[in-house]
């Protein structure tokens, strides 16, 4: 089975920071990435896919890239609306999800 | 709009079963696979079943195989997981979802629905 390790496990950040998110896979998956981002209280909503394929209507301070089997999710600008967690999928084989990041405002 | 409803959660006994549903609308539900994801309460997402739009393809991890059965009607845009032998490590909110985007991700989400296995 394909293993994702995220990091770090939570983040406190300020508004308007850079906020870069990171992924490790087990083996190589490709391109095979999301990323999703789950308010609190709410159910995860799709940000990135394909590594670093933006979603509809997701906005552009979202990002994603690829290095290897390291995969990074980056906020350019840090708001209060995106306070939450943050969880990686493989869709290589099967689907596993990292365990994912907890982003709090500092 | 695309919208999707789980209905059926609530307070098993250990070893006993539940079935969950999924109404969908809002898309041609029968042009896509579907799929329900878990997340223990506190905790992160767990991937449980999957199934292609003719219903006649399964896929399930470890965890669950053979005890979870993921289904379909297409005539009624439902989505089923009948869930056996229920343990206290099935305890989560279980969340309909559909697999958009070549069948990769999970594009759209329901609300979730709880299911509490205790004694």
């Known amino acids: 089975d394909i293993q994702m390790t995220q990091s770090p496990a939570s983040l406190s950040a300020s508004l308007e920071e850079i906020v870069t998110i990171t992924c490790q896979a087990s083996?190589?998956?490709?391109?095979?990435l999301a990323w999703y981002q789950q308010k609190p209280g709410k159910s995860p909503q799709l940000l990135i896919y394909?590594?670093?394929s933006l979603a509809d209507g997701v906005p552009s301070r979202f990002s994603g890239s690829r290095s290897g089997t390291q995969y990074s999710l980056k906020i350019s600008r840090l708001q209060v609306e995106d306070i939450g967690s943050y969880y990686c999928?493989?869709?290589?084989?099967?689907?596993?999800f990292g365990g994912g990041t907890k982003l709090e405002l500092k | 709009e695309v919208q999707l409803v789980e209905s059926g959660g609530g307070l098993v006994q250990p070893g006993r079963s539940l079935k969950l549903s999924c109404a969908a609308s809002?898309?041609?539900?029968?042009?896509?696979?579907m799929a329900w994801v878990r997340q223990a309460p506190k905790k992160g997402l767990e991937w449980v079943a999957t199934?292609?739009?003719?219903?006649?393809?399964?896929y399930y991890p470890d965890s669950v195989k053979g005890r979870f059965t993921i289904s379909r009607d297409n005539a009624k845009s439902s989505l089923y997981l009948q869930m056996n032998s229920l343990k206290s490590e099935d305890t989560a909110t279980y969340y309909c979802?559909?697999?958009?985007?070549?069948?990769?991700?999970?594009?759209?989400w329901g609300q979730g629905v709880m299911v509490t296995v205790s004694s």
């Open positions: 809002g898309f041609t539900f029968s042009n896509y696979y």
């Open positions: 394909d590594a670093t």
């Open positions: 979802a559909r697999h958009g985007l070549g069948a990769r991700y999970f594009d759209y």
């Open positions: 999928q493989q869709a290589h084989s099967n689907r596993t």
């Open positions: 199934i292609s739009t003719s219903g006649s393809r399964t």
């Open positions: 083996q190589d998956i490709g391109n095979w």
